[in-house]
């Protein structure tokens, strides 16, 4: 058996108990690498050289030691790449580490490697970064989702044993829906920012995505908390995840939200998130059908207020201090005209143009103000329905994986990828993708993820859930076949 | 909500963002069929609501007016991509 297979929690035993090294599980994940990167193209680089030099001395008595983590690309690690995908930070070493980074590393693990995303996770595919797309596992012509298309393909290919992402709008629960891994967005403010590019500063959070809950729940355990350093991170205390999954779910209530079980929502995707929390009912929770009556408004606030805090972000890149400088420019205006015409691509163009154009003169009441109130009504929509249920169950995505270039020309329909998963950064609540099952399509199967969706801070009881679940099923043991390596299990 | 006509060349300009004038007409079409999906908007009564702007309400946060530990000038200036003399070179401002 590959060791790559493993779960992290799994490899950390027998780091821990000495039966593989440090030195060991870095080579054999580098191996599976050069195996079945060239097929899916979810890293944009990694450095052996210096991940061997820390597993060397890294300390396997600490309670993440020895284990590789593989990072997204806009996620800040000290001497490391950090492109967030973009041209126009083609190059940029970064010269500190994020705050999650420096927490995982205290732990003993080793970050390792820079994952492919949507160029400054703008997309749902993937596609849009400046390097290549990634491939999904299970059907190398289909987009693993995005904008942690990268970290979601490498987890679910066995080529990390667990990364982390970020999530503005879905970012990380949709990919890992779509490729058939967890992936836990955490309540804003769970899990600092400091050395996340950013893209919207009110909605991003980093995340993990990872094999199975327990993984999710470990990496919770040492990213969360109080950061001195973003003043947004919340003084929360933060319960040990990892120790206190096996809850059940006896007597929890689950809401149905009927605004997400509609027309257009592919027929297996209905079919599987159905039977999953009949599941779980069968598990001894209680279903209830709510309703979230500002749904249908909430990719149309999505798009006006993550747009405007992007343009406001990215004004950043200027040419100046870091990143790409465009040559032969005349004058300081055409210099930054032709640094940002050159250095972004596409999307990130339209969404600094749509974000620019409702925050600009004359159009910030009608678009940016008005959001900002639609906004106020969606987050009450969920709190309301908090107070009759204790989780709220849904798909993740409306579809499984869709096809490479299917959607690229037409921003809309790729923005409806997204439709399910951004209502919770706007409220702020938590929410994870968990593997419920697969569509059959065009010969091959295609993962279906289950979104379980808290009240802010409440990540355990949505791990509690998940962890039920999961462990009375067996879809979050499914793997790929490619590469030729398939899993035990 | 006002109409949908988007100067695209304008806002670009404002984001100071060079386009083709190939982009221009793809960006223009693109972005008038996302602004006509977001116009729906119109349709929800927001009188007496107050906009928000952060999931929590968190106000001011204070830490004591002392120096902290930060970049030193080389760090700082090694993504530059141009520099002289332990300072960022600007393209000329002042004609």
Known sequence: MEITSLTAHEILHLLRSKQVSPTEVVTALARRIETVDPLLHAYLSYDLDRALAEAASVDVGLPLGGLPISIKDLISVKGHPCSCASKILEGYIAPYDATVISNLRAAGAIPFGRLNMDEFAMGSSTENSAFGPTKNPWDTTRTPGGSSGGSAAAVAADEAFAALGSDTGGSIRQPAALCGCVGLKPTYGRVSRFGLVAFASSLDQIGPLTKDIQDAALLMDFIAGLDKNDSTSLPEPVPKFSANLDKGVKGLKIGLPKEYFIEGLDPEVDRAVRIAVEYLEGLGAELLEISLPHTEHALSTYYIIAPAEASANLARFDGVRYGFRAAGSEGLIDHYGRTREEGFGAEVKRRVILGTYVLSSGYYDAYYLRAQKVRTLIRKDFAEAFEKVDVIACPTSPTPAFRLGERINDPLSMYLADAFTLAANMAGICGISLPCGFAELGGNRLPIGLQILGRELDELTILQAAYAYEQSTDWHKARPGVGGLVASG | ?95
């Open chain 2, 1 to 95: 909500m006002s109409s949908t006509k988007l100067e695209v060349e304008y806002v670009a300009e404002l984001a100071r963002i060079k386009l083709t004038p190939e982009e221009v007409n793809t960006f223009r079409a693109q972005l008038e069929i996302v602004l006509q999906h977001v116009e729906r908007l119109n349709q929800v009564d927001v009188s007496n609501v107050e906009p928000m702007a952060h999931s929590f309400p968190i106000y001011n946060v204070f830490r004591s007016d002392e120096p902290q530990e930060s970049l030193d000038r080389q760090a700082a200036l090694a993504n530059a991509p141009r520099q002289a003399q332990g300072l960022f070179l600007v393209t000329k401002v002042v004609e």
